[in-house]
């Protein structure tokens, strides 16, 4: 037990000053009032006080993020399934079409975002172009303050690679006889995914709902790189916001209060999937009343 302990110590130590001592840290800065350079004042419940009566902001970005989120998670995950569905075939190079659409999902978040940039340009940008051929267009994306979130939204699309991955997983789980059985009762290629693949993918679609929710609540990189914002504060996501009093305005205290707003939220509805899931969803050998 000593020795192994004594190789845990390293991780065990490891964990205690990089995770837990920070979370505490955290917490009790959020009531104080500090600017880096001057020691700690303790405030109280002064940070949440300001958040929730005269801090204008807080509402902006809590609302530019949740419409990022309850619209995004969605398309993505309904995005990602599809494209495992397709590239669950046994067909010729199906090995390469699954890597071609999984790196992007690598792609670090610098490159995506100067990447997207050039697409949404609105002079010689892809995206525009794609438009034209339609007759539509053209849109200033980025700097359209009304298509502004939306266009997050479809470069979000880029990087669904990893939960197709985790879709493909759960699609080659279901067993063949299922599909077999559902062929000799005469059902069609629709009701056999409505009927035998989406009750057994339910447990990866909850998984895959929450950490996308956790996920696009914590977007920062691509709003900070792309607009850090901008246009009139459309994309002032709630992370971001939270980058700005840290690390622009020095308010840490008031840094770590927003943190732990948006850990009580991401909990929040955490909990609040997990007590929906035994409505929907299905675990194989699971029996139901």
């Known amino acids: ?10 991780w065990i130590g490891g964990i205690i000053l990089f995770v837990v001592g920070p979370v505490i840290a ?8 500090w600017d880096l350079l001057n020691p700690p004042q303790f405030v109280g419940l002064g940070n949440f006080r300001e958040m929730l009566k005269s801090d204008v902001y807080i509402p902006k970005s809590l609302g530019n993020t949740a419409f ?3 619209l995004g998670v969605p398309l993505q995950l309904a995005t990602a399934l599809g494209m495992a569905v397709l590239l669950n075939q046994n067909l010729a190079g199906i090995r390469f079409y699954r890597t071609a659409f999984y790196v992007p999902s690598v792609t670090p978040a610098v490159a995506n975002a100067i990447l997207w940039i050039l697409i949404y340009n609105p002079e010689f940008g892809i995206a525009n172009y794609v438009l034209g051929v339609f007759g539509l267009g053209p849109v200033r994306w980025l700097a ?3 298509v502004a979130k939306p266009a997050f939204i479809i470069m979000s699309l880029w990087g669904v690679g990893g939960t197709m991955v985790i879709y493909l997983a759960g699609l080659q789980g279901i067993p063949d006889y299922l599909y077999e059985a559902a062929d000799i009762d005469g059902a069609g290629p629709l009701q056999r995914f409505r009927n035998v ?4 993918l339910t447990p990866t679609i909850f998984f895959t709902t929450i ?3 956790i996920g696009s609540f914590q977007v920062f990189s691509a709003a900070y790189i792309m607009t850090n914002g901008g246009p009139n504060n459309a994309t002032l996501f709630y992370v971001l916001y939270l980058y700005r009093n840290a690390f622009q305005y020095l308010r840490m205290g008031y840094a770590s209060s927003m943190a732990w707003v948006l850990f009580v939220i ?3 509805f955490t909990y609040l999937q997990f007590a929906a899931s035994g409505r929907w969803v299905y675990y194989e050998g699971e029996l139901r009343s």
């Open 1 to 10: 037990m000593a020795a192994a302990y004594t190789m845990l110590a390293p």
């Open 26 to 33: 955290s917490f009790v800065l959020a009531f104080t009032d």
């Open 68 to 70: 990022y989120t309850f």
């Open 144 to 146: 359209d303050s009304t």
């Open 197 to 200: 693949t989406l009750p057994l």
């Open 211 to 213: 950490m996308g929710i």
């Open 266 to 268: 991401i909990a929040l």
